[in-house]
């Protein structure tokens, strides 16, 4: 039917400018781990860009709140793979220590008389707690997460989903 296919056709637009606005953040992001030396500068652009990106071309609450989530346990699932050496940030890129508070939780533990478990689960987080990542990682995995969003409305509509138009 031609609703169904302009429908898809729409879709498909609107992920291809989530991607052609990811990209552009992810430059923005090289851009800026490479070349400006104020993290907080850094984060705030990068926040921005991916807010605009969601207002812009989405603009559901339900994205906003997955795409924040996401943003922020994105980030932390990384924490095995930095630790394992899998991967690392560059040092002067590497400016959040998101566990680093963790060792005065501890202090506070230790004092107090804890079970084994206890302390397993408190040496596993002794071992991450000075792993640091980018604060910039978070709002990359925010504009992943939007095109995911538009490539899943795309999907669904090409199949004959029901779901395909969200409302603003």
Known sequence: THSSSSSSSSLLSSFIKDIITKTSISDIDIDIDTNIDTNRINLSIMIIAALLQWAVLDGTLLSLITA??????????????????????????????PLADVIKL?????????????????????????????????PCYFAVT??????GRWFNSSNGGSNTNVEK
């Open 68 to 97: 924040s989530i996401v943003s922020i346990g994105g980030p932390l699932s990384e924490l095995p793979f930095v630790a394992n050496g899998f991967w690392h940030y560059i040092p002067s890129a590497a400016d959040y220590v």
């Open 106 to 138: 501890d202090n506070t533990l230790v004092d107090v008389d804890v079970d084994v478990d206890m302390d397993v689960n408190l040496e596993f987080l002794r071992e991450y707690k000075d792993l640091a990542l980018s604060s910039i990682t978070g």
């Open 146 to 151: 939007m095109d995911a969003i538009a490539l």
